[in-house]
């Protein structure tokens, strides 16, 4: 036991790369698989190099962004002081952002080649058994899940160490374990950097060719969805990948940074004696998702179905839950081992096990949120329904049916959050709601498995349907798909509901860096910093969802082009210009991503130091509000539309009369579908990119804007002389004026 305590720190990145060496055992055996006939491996390829040839035209402009910002890192680091106040980073920092950005393209990367890989794959295993093809999809996604959580392990876990030796760290709450720490949010930084962009560029591209392949091709040809006469069907399932698969990746993997490194720099602040050198609440956060990878790994071992009558659903829910349990069984004997018996952070006192009970906290509304957003989403729910009786009176109740169950959707989880945020509180603090977002993205690997799985299916259906393979091949393709819609909504309701915890995490762990004791909404500037950071979540969304009806539009046009100007496309005798439609989603992507980027970047940075900290507090707290409630209510709304659409292929039941694909209400389903598409897949699931970013960015330039404690007393009796010249004047109630001279 002694020798486990003195060598904890090297087990961390050791468990990440157990995770990478499983992964790699799982991808080795979804390549093994049969990848079907030459018709379909041709079909497949196509997919893999449009998926390619986009991650490399989004490399080239990244890496030319991960440059200059390395750069100004770099400079930073060599600021020694400001104010008056010593600066505690090094020009490392850069390093740690560049290693942050390579790790998070790379997560990507791993998982778009495992899905390109597993897709055609699955759609052969669909010849033989419904079983055999959730095994080989879900095997690829969790190819993903683990990559993504390996790498995030392994980087952070092995950086600490190295950054550790590199600043002679001796002491936990010395100046040199803040250095480290401080140079250590690089690799968050280029992490949810890269994440934003692979984000917004994937869902940009996935729902221009989504939106032009279904308007030209379902509505205008009357042809399925994925039929090979459909010039836009390759860039369609090119953009599963890029966007659901790479972009999701990215996503999650800053997500899990982020809230490790969030309860790290909190963790720094307790002054604890234990076994690990003080350093037990820093180390806690990284072994508990460490461990997480393991309870992932056992929790796939029970995703597997009998027959072709099982439930997918219920099989991908035990495998869930079962990560879950584990996880939770370890944090206690994690805990108790780990921690000594009474901590304290910023005069908040509590016991070792109410950290647990934190934990516990964020197991529980990370499990809650992704069963509401299951409900919401899920084909045969009430919710879902609604849309579908609606459809039968046209496009528009289709649509305000749609936006009425978003809207709603977002009750039940901000009540969920709400609560868990003061129950983690009350039990341990800030640092109970930082480890309850860490305790949530534990099973990060499991979650992304699931997640995965979906694009995979939903490629593996649009092989089948180009293939033109038995209908039975198609209707397990299409079962997996249809749960992968779900799942991929419930994906991203647990990534909303991380970011909501992590961003407070990481706006606790500024408002210490910054030296400001609170955010006062009282102060107009504060008040004003408040609106503005409200607004922005909406001027992002409306950027994405600009930015994809621009690249629909033109996708629309070459894909009408290629029907008037190629005879025989519909009879089978021509090959459609694929290429074409994949170059018009790539360059469009990158293009319009550049924007909503720089807005989540720079926005901080200005506000910052023009306006100072405090004002800064403001709008990240506008941020995280709007951009919370934005993010479940596009992702819900957009799931449920789809799924209302999906629901018309094996029949509904409107008024005692049945319908089916090709009927009026069906059409009026794909125009909602059409419309929550860059609801769900390019301006929702950015949101929680969004909101973590700008906080991280807000940490990152804290210790340059921080003020004082003389100063900020000052500025609280500035404001002090004015209320009592308010007073005087009658301009201020006498309550509000006792108020502030109470403070």
């Known amino acids: 036991m002694d020798f486990l305590q003195n060598n904890l720190i090297y087990v961390i990145p050791l468990l990440g790369l157990v995770g990478i060496l499983v992964m790699a055992v799982k991808s080795a055996w979804v390549n093994k698989q049969d990848a079907g006939d030459a018709n379909m491996q041709e079909l497949a390829g196509y997919i893999a190099d449009g998926a390619m040839a986009f991650l490399k035209a989004e490399w080239k402009i990244l890496g030319i962004f991960a440059v200059l910002a390395a750069a100004l890192l770099a400079y930073s680091g060599t600021v020694t002081e400001v104010n008056g106040k010593e600066i505690h980073s090094s020009w490392i920092i850069s390093i740690s952002f560049i290693i942050g950005a390579v790790f998070s ?37 969790t190819v993903m ?58 869902g940009i591209y996935t729902k221009a060719a989504d939106v032009g392949a279904d308007l030209v091709g379902k509505v205008e040809a009357g042809i399925p969805e994925d039929d090979v006469r459909n010039p836009a069907t390759i860039a369609d399932n090119v953009g599963d990948n890029v966007g659901d698969v790479a972009g999701m990746g990215a996503d999650l993997f800053g997500s899990y940074v982020a809230t490790i490194l969030a309860t790290m720099v909190l963790g720094q602040e307790i002054v604890v004696t234990d076994n690990f050198g003080g350093m037990s609440p820093i180390l806690l956060p990284m072994v508990i998702c460490g461990l997480g990878i393991i309870a992932s790994i056992i929790g796939t071992w029970f995703v597997t179905i009998k027959d072709e009558k099982s439930n997918v659903q219920n099989a991908l829910n035990l495998g869930n839950w079962s990560s879950i349990i584990i996880t939770a069984v370890v944090s206690f004997v994690l805990v108790k081992w780990m921690l000594p018996e009474n901590l304290s952070l910023r005069g908040y006192e509590f016991s070792s096990i109410n950290v647990f009970y934190a934990i516990i906290v964020g197991l529980v509304v990370g499990a809650i949120m992704s069963i509401v957003t299951e409900y919401y989403t899920a084909m045969g729910k009430g919710p879902v329904n609604s849309i579908i009786q609606q459809s039968s009176t046209g496009h528009a109740t289709n649509i305000i049916a749609g936006l009425s ?52 299916a939903d490629n593996a259906g649009g092989i089948a349907e180009m293939s033109q393979l038995p209908p039975e091949v ?79 539009m033109d996708m629309v046009q070459e894909v009408r082009r290629q029907f008037r100007e190629i005879p025989g496309i519909m009879e089978y005798k021509a090959k459609p210009e694929y290429e074409k439609c994949v170059a018009i989603s790539t360059q469009a992507s990158i293009r319009e ?13 200005i506000v910052g130091f023009i306006f100072g900290p405090e004002v800064l507090g403001g709008l990240l707290a506008g941020v995280t509000v709007s951009g919370v409630l934005m993010g479940i209510f596009q992702s819900n709304a957009g799931g449920a539309w789809d799924n209302a659409k999906k629901s018309f292929e094996k029949g509904v039941e409107i008024n005692g009369e049945m319908y089916y694909k090709k009927s009026e209400p069906h059409k009026s389903s794909v125009t909602g579908d059409t419309v929550g598409d860059p609801f769900k897949d390019t301006s929702g699931p950015s949101m929680n990119i969004l909101i973590k970013l700008m906080s991280i960015v807000s940490l990152v330039i804290a210790p340059y804007i921080s003020i004082n404690a003389e100063q900020s007393t000052s500025a609280l009796n500035q404001l002090g002389k004015h209320q009592i010249v308010a007073k005087k004047n009658g301009c201020c109630s006498v309550k509000r004026s006792c108020l502030m001279e109470k403070h």
């Open 145 to 202: 899940g683990l990559g993504v959580a390996g790498l995030a392990v392994l980087g952070l876990g092995g950086l600490f160490i190295v950054f550790l030796k590199y600043f002679n760290v001796i002491n936990a709450n010395s100046n040199e374990m803040r250095t480290a720490i401080e140079v250590l949010t690089g690799f968050s930084l280029g992490a949810e950097s890269i994440a934003l962009f692979a984000r917004v560029g994937g």
């Open 105 to 141: 393209a790379t997560a990507g990367y791993i998982g778009m080649k495992s899905a390109t890989k597993a897709n055609v794959r699955t759609t052969q295993a669909a010849r033989t058994s419904l079983k055999q093809a959730l095994k080989v999809s879900f095997t690829g996604g």
């Open 405 to 456: 169950v978003g809207m709603k959707s977002t009750v039940i989880p901000i009540l969920v959050l709400a609560g868990g945020i003061m129950a983690s509180y009350y039990f341990a603090g800030l640092y109970g709601v930082a480890i309850a977002a860490a305790g949530m993205m534990a099973t990060t690997a499991m979650q992304l498995a699931i997640d995965a799985f979906g694009p995979i």
């Open 474 to 552: 198609r209707e397990r393709t299409d079962n997996l798909d249809a749960v992968g819609n779900t799942t991929a909504a419930t994906g991203k309701g647990f990534a909303i509901a991380s970011a909501a915890l992590t961003s407070l995490a990481l706006f606790a762990a500024f408002v210490g860096i910054a030296g400001i004791s609170a955010i006062d909404i009282y102060k107009a500037p504060v008040l004003a910093g408040l609106f503005v950071g409200g607004m922005i979540p909406f001027v992002f969304s409306a950027l994405c969802i600009q930015a994809v009806g621009k690249a629909a």
């Open 593 to 605: 991503m550049l924007l909503p980027g720089a807005i989540a970047l720079i926005t901080p940075v």
